[in-house]
């Protein structure tokens, strides 16, 4: 009987676990699991991008700041990911935040782009990840403007600009 007690205790909590799972709002693993990854040796990555943009985007680097190619540019369009092409911005939303590099208040959308703990240099920061290839994008703060608060800081060696084609 006692066995059976606490069996039934055991089912009891998983199904409470798995209720609570449903519950809860999606990570940023579960949101970029709905992007076909692209897999490359390093290898194949080294062979695609410039030395720098591999720095960038396969070994978390980061540019100086205020000398990325993209910082001023003001035109209309999207910036895409610089090793797999994937649209992860908006130039609607990028905004002059004097930082050095260049800022977006919120990406293209939530499944473009993922998130992880970014614990180096000892601080606490998140990173901000290309969900498609896991290129290093650069980091996100909460000290942006309206309507996020966001402040998604990008390095231009991680980006590609397409401009808006013309209206007709």
């Known amino acids: 009987m006692k066995k059976l007690v606490i069996l039934f205790i ?11 799972e449903k519950n809860t709002k999606p990570t940023a ?4 699991s709905k992007i076909d990854k692209i897999e ?19 070994e978390k680097g980061t540019e100086r700041a205020f000398t990325g190619a993209l910082l001023s540019n003001k035109q209309e369009g999207t910036y895409v990911c610089a090793a797999c ?18 800022s ?17 240099y000892g601080m606490v920061r998140t990173e901000v990840l290309c969900a498609r290839c896991d290129g290093h994008l650069g980091h996100v703060f909460p000290d942006g403007p309206r309507p996020t608060g966001l402040r998604y800081c990008i390095n231009s060696a991680s980006l590609k600009f397409e401009k808006a084609l013309a209206e007709k």
């Open 10 to 20: 055991f089912v009891i909590s998983l199904s409470a676990c798995a209720q609570q």
């Open 40 to 58: 490359k040796s390093e290898a194949e990555w080294r062979a695609e991008l410039t030395e720098f943009e591999y720095y960038v985007l396969r």
């Open 104 to 120: 977006f208040y919120q990406p293209i959308n939530d499944v473009n782009v993922a998130e992880e703990d970014d614990r180096s």
């Open 85 to 102: 092409s994937l649209p992860l911005f908006e130039s609607n939303t990028k905004f002059k935040s004097g930082t050095g590099w260049p």
């Open 29 to 32: 693993t579960s949101k970029a």
